[in-house]
């Protein structure tokens, strides 16, 4: 698969635990993770619930600092940056795809991405020229409740993108999507991240998309070992 990047780096996780509680009470989240994404590739990570996935995802984007080791987006040691620093990182680097969408009810499809280019306030896409990509641009003047849930996927995709991040993370895309939808949003993301060339995870329990991600990892009991 021919793949275009940037001089990105994307996501380097280094020797990461995250432990929660106190004492006999301690949960390991994350038990020791090491995981690489380059810029241009998808990523799946598969796993029974509370194995760790969204935990995983928490960390890689700094919503939750690692108890211990690293994690890093183009370099940049998360766990080394003060408050401000790191939102301001979040805000420019890392584009997060829900899994209901979470598109603003009254905001159109354009509106909901010239939002994200107010807030980023940097280099940001052309939006019209984003929902295209997506496929979305004869739906751009309607409003998440005007769409089907593939539909608003797409546009979360397109949101997530608008900011020109290093790294997206996307949980449970295709949750409540047939299996279709489901594969069109996960091909979409495919293209996305190689055209594109972002460093992409994605949490999920349909194992009936993986074969558009070029890799597939599996967390078990907060450790992350090669799919089967």
């Known amino acids: 698969m021919t793949t275009t990047t940037t001089a990105t780096t994307g996501l380097a996780l280094s020797d990461a635990s995250l432990s929660f509680g106190d004492g006999d009470s301690t949960v390991d989240a994350l038990d020791k993770v090491d995981l690489t994404v380059p810029a241009g590739e998808l990523v799946a990570i598969v796993g029974p619930s509370g194995a760790g996935k969204s935990s995983l995802l928490a960390v890689a984007g700094g919503l939750t600092m690692p108890s211990s080791g690293t994690v890093s987006v183009d370099g940049i040691d998360l766990t080394a940056l003060g408050r401000r620093a790191l939102t301001a990182l979040r805000r420019e680097r890392i584009g997060f795809v829900f899994q209901a969408g979470n598109l603003l009810?009254?905001?159109?499809?354009?509106?909901?991405?010239?939002l994200v280019g107010k807030i980023t306030g940097g280099d940001v896409r052309n939006p019209d020229e984003l929902l295209e990509s997506v496929g979305m641009s004869h739906r751009a003047d309607r409003r998440p409740?005007?769409?089907s849930g593939g539909e608003?996927?797409?546009?979360?995709i397109a949101r997530a993108l608008m900011g020109r991040p290093s790294l997206l993370l996307v949980d449970e895309p295709t949750a409540a999507l047939d299996r279709k939808r489901s594969h069109e949003v996960v091909e979409l993301l495919a293209k996305e991240t190689h055209e594109v060339g972002v460093a992409t995870i994605m949490v999920t329990h349909d194992h009936d998309v993986l074969q558009h991600c070029d890799r597939v990892l599996e967390m078990v009991d907060g450790k992350l070992r090669p799919h089967d």
């Open 152 to 156: 608003r996927q797409r546009v979360g």
């Open 145 to 147: 409740g005007q769409l």
């Open 105 to 114: 009810p009254a905001l159109t499809a354009r509106d909901q991405l010239l």
